[in-house]
C-alpha cells in the first residue's frame, strides 16, 4: 500500500462507460464535461446562454460526468438533471452566504467539523464526480483546497479525542478516493475501538456509478458494517447502473440511506417526492433525511418555501408507507445544527423570518422567501 495522501492517476474503471452522442450523432466516450465548448457540442446553447454559463463557471466550476449527461433530457431546458449539473446565470446572484452553516467555526482541524457530542465531519477527499450547482460546500471548489496533508493530523485527533465516537466521511466524495486509500481511512479508524459507526456520504453511486469499481465494494465488505448515505434528488437518478451499485453494497454489508435536498425546479412537488421514495425502497435504500436548502451563495435560485416543504411531507405522510418517509429537517443558519421541521423547534415567525431553536437551546433564523415554481409538467402526478 503507498503512503496516505499518495495520488494514483488511472484509478476508475470505465468497464461501464455510457455512450452520449453531440449534435451531430458522433459518439463520445469523455469521462467528464468540464466547460462551456464542450457543453455546445451536445447542447443548443445562444450566446446569451453561453456567455451565463461561462460567468457562472468562472465562480463555480462545470463538472458532469458523462454519464449524468448522458440521463439528460437536451431538448428540455428544465429537466431536474439538466437543472443540478448546467450552470446558470441564476448563479451571479450576489444573496446568500459561502458557508451557510458556520463550518470553519465549528473545525478542531482543517478537515474535522464537530458540531455534536460523540460525532463529527471528516472532509477526506475534495474531489466531486460532479460540481452539484446546489452545493453548500461549493466554497472549496477551484481554490486549491486539499485535505489530503490535514489526514494524518485528523486520524490522530479523532484517536485523541474520547468524545468521538462516530465519523462521518465526507468532502468532496470519499468515493472519488483509490480503494487503497479508502480502506487505509477505514482500516484506521476501525482500530480505534471507541467508535462504533462509521458512515460515507456520497453522490457518487448517483452521477457517476461507473467510478466504483470491486476494490470499493470490497473495501466495505472487510470493513463492515459501514452506513452508506447517498445523496439523490429526483427519481430520474434511479437508473439500472444506480439500482445494481445499491445492490453491491448492500451484499457487502453496507448499509444504504439516502438524503435529498428540496430543490426549486428540480422536486418541489409531492408526486415526483413520492416517486423518488418509493423507488428507493424498491431497490433497498431507506429514505432517512429530506434538507431544507442551505442558503448558500449562488444557489438561491433552488430555495423552496417551508410552508411548501410541509405540504409535501403533509402528502407523503398520508401516501407513502413509514418506511418512505424521510425526516424533514433545516440546518440552522449560523452552525446551530439541524432540527425537525415540526412545531416543537420552529418557535414563532414573523414576516419571512422562521425562528428555530437548536438543540443547545439558542434560536437561529432562516429566511423563508423561497420562491413558487411551475408545475414542470413530467406528469407523474398522473401515473399515480
Known sequence: ???????????????????????EGTKTTLPFINNTKQLANYLTLDEQLKNEIDAASRLYPIKISEYYFSIMDRADPLCPIRRQSIPSGEELFESGTLDPLNEKSYSETPVFIKKYRGRGVFLVSAECAMHCRFCNRRRFVGKGWNPRKYLKETLSHIENNNDIKEVILSGGDPFMLAADELEYLLGYL????????????????????????????????????????????????????????????????????????????????????????????????????????DEVKGAMHFKVSIKKGVEIMRFLRKNLSGLALPYYVCDIPGGLGKVPIDYQYMKR????????????????????????????????????
Open 1 to 23: 500500500m503507498r503512503q496516505l495522501g499518495q495520488r494514483t492517476e488511472g484509478r476508475i474503471s470505465w468497464h461501464f462507460r455510457n455512450v452520449i452522442e453531440d449534435k
Open 190 to 293: 476501525r482500530s480505534i475501538r471507541r467508535i462504533t459507526t462509521i458512515r460515507i456520504s456520497s453522490r457518487v453511486p448517483v452521477v457517476f456509478p461507473n467510478g466504483l469499481c470491486a476494490e470499493h465494494f470490497n473495501v466495505i465488505r472487510n470493513s463492515k458494517p459501514i452506513w452508506i448515505i447517498i445523496h439523490i434528488n429526483h427519481p430520474r437518478e434511479i437508473t439500472p447502473d444506480f439500482a445494481e451499485n445499491v445492490k453491491r453494497f448492500r451484499d457487502a454489508g453496507g448499509i444504504v440511506l439516502s438524503q435529498t435536498v428540496l430543490l426549486r425546479g428540480v422536486n418541489d412537488c409531492p408526486f415526483v417526492m413520492m416517486n423518488l421514495f418509493e423507488n428507493l425502497i424498491g431497490c433497498g435504500v431507506k429514505p432517512y433525511y429530506l434538507f431544507q436548502f
Open 349 to 384: 415567525r414573523k414576516g419571512d423570518a422562521v425562528y428555530f431553536e437548536g438543540f443547545s437551546g439558542k434560536t437561529g433564523v432562516y429566511i423563508d422567501d423561497g420562491k413558487k415554481d411551475n408545475c414542470k409538467g413530467c406528469r407523474l402526478c398522473m401515473m399515480t
